[in-house]
Nanobody, 124 residues
Framework: EVQLVESGGGLVQAGGSLRLSCAAS????????IGWFRQAPGKEREGVAC????????YIGDSVKGRFTISSDNAKKTAYLQMSSLKPEDTAVYYC?????????????????WGQGTQVTVSS
């Protein structure tokens, strides 16, 4: 059974940091791209960052570039989203997802598996 389990969300003040984790099981982690997406109430889902576990290439979305980083530990089958300098507009449910691809991309419709999401709330 494929599972993606996010953790690390919570309430943080503006300017603070959080690290989200995405623990994967049930598929060959090394062959997949792991992406982080977010969705705020009333807004469309937005791609945040992604990383290719096979190539180590990563992509960071423009809205979070310079503040967020993505990494993964293939041995632990876990991906991370390090979020710094958080802003109230970063408030959203954050999802990790996986797509069978060597190259990183944030085309959400092509992702094969999704986690249940974790809430991140940034207070001003």
């Amino acid at each position: 059974e494929v599972q993606l389990v996010e953790s690390g969300g919570g309430l943080v003040q503006a300017g603070g940091s959080l690290r989200l984790s995405c623990a994967a099981s049930g598929f060959t982690f090394d062959d997949y791209v792991i992406g982080w997406f977010r969705q705020a109430p009333g807004k469309e889902r937005e791609g945040v960052a992604c990383i290719s576990n096979s190539l180590g290439k990563l992509y960071i979305g423009d809205s979070v570039k310079g503040r967020f980083t993505i990494s993964s530990d293939n041995a632990k089958k876990t991906a991370y989203l390090q979020m710094s300098s958080l802003k109230p507009e970063d408030t959203a449910v954050y999802y990790c997802a996986a797509v069978f691809s060597p190259l990183p991309h944030l085309v959400d419709t092509e992702y094969d598996y999704w986690g249940q999401g974790t809430q991140v709330t940034v207070s001003s």
